[in-house]
């Protein structure tokens, strides 16, 4: 059987399926239509093409040995008709055909197909405000714009940037003009955090810390108002105030481009991604879709998600190409697995935050630890910090984020998770699971197995912890009447106890069992140490000792530390 | 209600189980007994304290933050009493007794549990030849070896060293002391390849490789007959041959220390472990195992396994600790995952081996694949060789191994899987396991993604692939007639088709499709690529075109480099 395949977006999703689906039937015929001059590049890669790690654009358009994926590459190598510059403008399912305009020519065409497959991808969203279309206004969403914007600050002509946003994109685009040119840059956020649905509040300050560290400003809870300039972008006004700046980058998330499937009558959500079913199939029978332009189910809640990623397109163009070969292949959903390099930091995620959770309709905790992420006698080690957010009563693991300098060990952790979420893991699943030990690589008591542990400690009542975003508050309250126990055994560093008269006490841990009655009964009482796990040890003597308002701080001084709180 | 806990053994899951019982019932009482001057170390660190990484002993025996674990610090601290230097030389079920003899006086003590642990660890395997007691022959198994080890080499009377046995601890000492100290090192292997049991043919070729470029020899398929030496060790010799060697280390495996329990009645294998259930119970209901004493299931397999790890030692500590208190924690097995850094290369593996699938009963394949290990575009990548192995009919995953540069990214990959084995995946689960994407951290169809693939590919037939192992043999067997179609389309480096004229044919794979008919048609053709990715194309195009006789080179010169086989 030889068919003839019509594939609409040339990126991801589209080269992926098109290219497996010719191996597995050769004699068939694919045609591939893009409206942009080039396609099949690694839109991920933008940022650091803009830094100058990537030093030329094709090198984002390029296989792994140089070769650009032009449409001759597609025409030699994998006997596939692409077709830049072309735009479907419609889909006839009756006929079984699009029609597709030739831009430079404006030359349209009817072709029919056998199978439809669209890959139409997603475009940035547009903030409802005037002043987007001034020069030096960017969003971040095609080689060309990124030519543009590299063009510029390499012109020298940039020293400020504003971006609007505070998503993968905008800090990685912030990280690229701080890092590699120096520039200043002011990122502004509409929440009262950074990476707001993928981080809780204190992993987000921790990542907004080191970022600030490296000279990248943040305002927070800010809403952009109009973007102002004379010829060209000169600031952005928000409720609050003015950032001047030369150059604005908006990355406020993206919206599928699914108004062709809805069109052509295509099921299409209200959020306005197209509906497929578990082979990617829309709800015509001869058509599929998938990447960016469609929604997918999230494993953790059940429902629909909107998840636009580069990985997710590939693995999904590979079940489309095999299902337009007469296969079964599957595609079953997402727990919702990402990552982010922010200088030096890695920061990544998989399933619900607490907020998340809590919004899905769980009776949710989150339990954070943070604790060096191997054998701590070897040289090479960092910090990480974990959370791990379950659910009271089942113990049921909804999801786990985290930040580390070690960020390959970080993204290993979540990976694990990741491919355990879709059966429903428990508590105790994550503390049992075997992950390789050698003191290189990892701690004898897995910083994995420790959340895992730590969360079980947490869900029976054996500890009661408080997050250091949570402490800061009560602490920088003065009513609040915090009273802190330092129950570290070599203590190091500023004298906090002579800073806070009568509101910190050092009393180490292997004393206090000696020292109870310097131990307030009648105050909460929170227990400090490095990590977080002295002050465990702390408050079970105290618990067992009779005292009720005892709570340790998570992460003890290295997570006060991190999130840079001012004890 | 308050009880009495006997722990035999005071290292890695001894103290484990003893502080987690103290925190559930803190009222209780534990005595903790080890018969060596040292406890609580971490006996993984060694070969870093021998290389220098780790500078004082105390460093394997101190917690994160400096505090040195003996025997005052379990008092004050963790309110356990722990005694060193203290034998346990008997059980008594019936009385609910042990008797334990203080080493330095000789006094001995009956004392009353009334639940019991076993944590009595393992012994090096002695092997059955004359010369091991001769000085400078050493194990590897207590602080004291690691001392009189360092002490020996820092004393610059140690020129050259023998290391018998290349599991992970004699390779890990091997790279002790040729990198930091660059004495002369011969690991003698009884197998015909190193890390015999962990890794394939092909994997463990490309680790010994590494090794021997950092200036390690290997001597494989050669028994040791006896060691040698006038007052002091001064050579081993074999059945081959003779290495001279001023020191020697004895690695070849531990057995369980289990003596103890098989007196007191108590159900033990017959390759010598404590038997337990889930629980980690012995056959009497209040005595305990764990660690390096015990067996426990594979989960891949469903049989008993031995794997003496510390990181196993403090999960199934845990789980002790919990049942201690009344809890109902289990321990329902291992899948086997294990990790070792070799100078800069992480090795690494989980589930089965191809010869332990088969061993197993399994029909099983192995897939090799070896690419960068994530966006390629982005500057800081390395390569990562994987196996997969898989049941045919089934398509079961049993086990996931290999080698990389990128150490943490490798022991992630690892870790994912090893997460999933005990669910009984497939390779379509591999091939959809969602890993988080960013371009410093993976590629957007990531390596592991890509293992799974490939091992479809093989397993519906779509591929035919060829280890470089397999290759290489027939390679270099005249009589093979071997002749290899190199498909990479930016040739570099040596002209191989002017080295082996009429064994080595050009054709990159964009103009095969118009080239068939200088494929040889009645020989078998091995396809080359850079890395296997063009190489299984030109196979689809052959396949189509009518070629029988044509395999893929699985890993392609990328795996060839690695492995250093000789084209």
């Known amino acids: 059987m030889s068919q003839q395949v019509v594939i609409i977006g040339g990126v991801a999703l589209g080269p992926k399926a098109a290219c497996r ?18 396609i099949s590049y690694g839109g991920c890669g933008i940022p650091y093409y803009v830094s100058g790690e990537v030093s030329e654009i094709t090198g984002l358009q390029s296989t792994a040995f140089h070769m650009v ?45 056998d199978k439809l497959v669209l890959a139409m991808g997603s475009r940035p969203r547009r ?6 279309d001034l020069p030096g206004v960017h969003t971040v969403d095609s080689l060309e714009a990124a030519e543009s914007i590299k063009a510029a600050v390499a012109a020298g002509s940039v020293g400020s940037v504003a971006i609007i946003g505070s998503g993968f994109i905008g800090l990685e685009m912030a990280v690229a003009f701080a890092d590699m040119w120096g520039l200043e840059v002011t990122v502004i956020e509409l929440f009262d955090q950074i990476l707001p649905g993928v981080t809780g509040p204190t992993l987000s300050t ?16 800010e809403q952009v108002a109009r973007i102002e300039g004379n010829g060209k972008v000169e600031r952005v006004v928000t409720d609050k105030g003015v ?33 497929v079913n578990e082979h990617m199939r829309t709800s015509d029978p001869d058509i599929y879709a998938g990447g960016d332009c469609v929604e997918v189910k999230n494993l953790v809640t059940g429902q629909p998600m909107y998840l636009p990623l580069g990985s997710m397109a590939n693995r999904q163009g590979r079940v489309i190409g095999d299902n337009l070969a007469g296969g079964d292949a599957r595609f079953t959903g997402v727990v919702g697995s990402w990552c982010v390099k922010l200088f030096d930091l890695g920061v990544a995620g998989t399933g619900l935050t607490l907020a998340g959770a809590t ?9 954070h630890i943070t604790a060096i992420d191997r054998a701590h006698f070897y040289p090479e080690h960092g910090l990480m910090s974990l959370e791990l957010v379950a659910e009271r009563g089942t113990r049921r693991v909804l999801g786990l984020q985290g930040v580390s300098v070690m960020g390959d060990a970080l993204i290993g952790k979540i990976n694990t998770v990741a491919a355990m979420l879709p059966q429903k893991p428990t508590v105790s699943d994550i503390s ?8 290189p690589f990892a701690a004898a008591m897995d910083i994995l197995n420790t959340v895992g542990n730590a969360a079980d400690n947490i869900l029976t009542g054996q500890n009661k912890g408080i997050s250091v975003t949570e402490f800061a508050k009560l602490w920088d309250d003065a009513d609040s009447n915090v009273q802190v126990i330092d129950c570290r ?15 910190w006490h050092n009393i180490p841990q292997g004393q206090l069992r000696h020292r109870l009655q310097e131990v307030p009964k009648d105050k909460p009482v929170f227990l400090m140490c490095n990590t977080g796990a002295r002050s465990y040890e702390a408050l079970v003597t105290l618990t067992d000792a009779g005292f009720t308002q005892v709570v340790s701080v998570e992460g003890g001084m290295a997570a006060v530390n991190a999130a840079g709180v001012d004890v």
């Open 21 to 38: 689906f010719k191996r597995l039937e050769p004699e068939s015929n694919v045609i591939m239509l893009d409206r942009s001059p080039r």
């Open 69 to 113: 994926r032009n449409p001759e590459f597609f025409r030699d190598v994998k006997d596939v008709d692409a077709r830049n510059e072309t735009e479907v403008t419609a889909i006839d399912r009756a006929a079984k055909t699009v029609t597709a305009k030739h831009l430079p020519t404006g030359r349209e065409e009817t072709i029919p197909y």
């Open 127 to 132: 903030l409802p405000i005037a002043g987007l």
């Open 206 to 221: 921790m990542a907004r810390k080191h970022m600030e560290e490296k000279g990248v400003a943040f305002r927070l809870s």
């Open 243 to 275: 950032v001047e700046a030369d150059m604005v980058i908006v990355s406020v998330g993206v919206v599928p481009n699914a108004e062709l499937a809805k069109a052509a009558g295509l099921a299409v959500s209200e959020r306005g991604g197209v509906l």
């Open 359 to 367: 919004r899905a309709g769980f009776d949710a905790v989150a339990t």
């Open 432 to 439: 049992n699971v075997e992950v390789a030990y050698s003191p």
């Open 489 to 503: 055994e070599n203590l190091q560093g500023a004298p906090l106890e002579a800073k806070h008269p009568g509101r």
